[in-house]
């Protein structure tokens, strides 16, 4: 596996959905590879900050959201 190759794998990584051999051919790539080591920590992060930033409070009510979500799609027709 190269460089490449592993970039095309990160979604199904991070997805836990790698099939096995895959995952094994990708393990020896990160062993050797400290450019994919650090690339896969950033795409990581970049999840995790993303997530973070669009997750709601669990005290927001529902009919907030739902005005909220009406407002954004009648501001984009």
Request: proline share 4%.
């Amino acid at each position: 596996m190269n460089c490449r190759e592993v970039s095309e794998f990160l979604r199904e990584l991070v997805a836990g959905e790698l099939p096995a051999e895959v995952q094994m051919e990708f393990d020896a790539h990160m062993a050797a590879c400290h450019n994919c080591v650090e690339f896969l920590a950033q795409y990581r992060q970049t999840i995790e900050i993303s997530q973070s930033v669009f997750r709601l409070p669990a005290d927001v009510p529902d009919e907030l959201v739902q005005a909220i979500m009406k407002a954004v799609k009648q501001t984009r027709s």
